[in-house]
């Protein structure tokens, strides 16, 4: 697909795209681009202290950058809902997650959405692409082209045109605590 080599380029050149995920539209450059990651932030009005996920193509991506996981999260959770609409915050490794995606903490909010333009362009770049919904910190979540602001689409570099499916936000929850907690009800339902 034309667009999606378009927007592999882009990323892998620390540009910023928007693209179509299973649960919204997402605004994302690669997760490893300091620069990138910090022009994000500046577009998006996002404060420094708040994390903000990424979108990983597979377990195994996911785990280079995580403290291992435990089996109970793999087993009730990864297993059972990835790829979906649930994002999970896992410990990670300090020195492979940049400091404002970590939001200056230990964890990692790490998703696999079930989209095959998000996973293609993860998959050409090869690294997790930071995930938040394409609006300006506190606006409106965009579930279509449409909704999409234009003040926003004239700062990044490339729309990826398509659908969402779900069209709800993703499900969070915490894993690095016991019981888990759910931080915020989306998509997904999750029965403790």
């Known amino acids: 697909m034309e667009q999606i080599e378009q927007a592999v380029k882009i990323l892998n050149n620390g540009g910023i795209i928007i693209f179509p995920t299973d649960t919204a539209f997402g605004i994302g450059c690669r997760s490893d681009n300091e620069t990138a990651v ?3 932030f500046r577009i998006r009005k996002r404060p420094e202290i708040k994390p903000t996920p ?3 193509s597979s377990i195994e991506m996911a785990q280079k950058y995580l403290l291992p996981v435990p089996d109970a999260v793999k087993t009730k959770l990864i297993k059972k809902y990835w790829p979906g609409a649930l994002t999970l915050i896992l410990r990670c ?3 492979k997650v940049p400091g404002l ?3 200056g903490g230990d964890t990692l909010g790490v998703r696999m959405p079930d989209h095959v333009i998000a996973l293609s362009l993860i998959n050409g770049v090869r690294v997790p692409i930071l995930g938040p919904s394409a609006n300006f910190h506190g606006g409106k979540t965009p579930f ?3 909704d999409l602001d234009k003040d926003l689409v004239n700062q990044v570099d490339y729309v990826v045109k398509g659908e969402c ?5 993703s499900t969070i929850i915490d894993c690095t605590r016991e019981p888990w907690q ?3 009800e989306g998509a997904i339902r ?3």
């Open 190 to 192: 999750i029965e403790n």
């Open 182 to 184: 759910i931080l915020r």
């Open 93 to 95: 490794v300090e020195k």
């Open 144 to 146: 279509t082209l449409d």
């Open 38 to 40: 910090c022009r994000l």
């Open 54 to 56: 990424v979108l990983v």
């Open 101 to 103: 995606v970590r939001g």
């Open 165 to 169: 499916g779900v069209k709800q936000v």
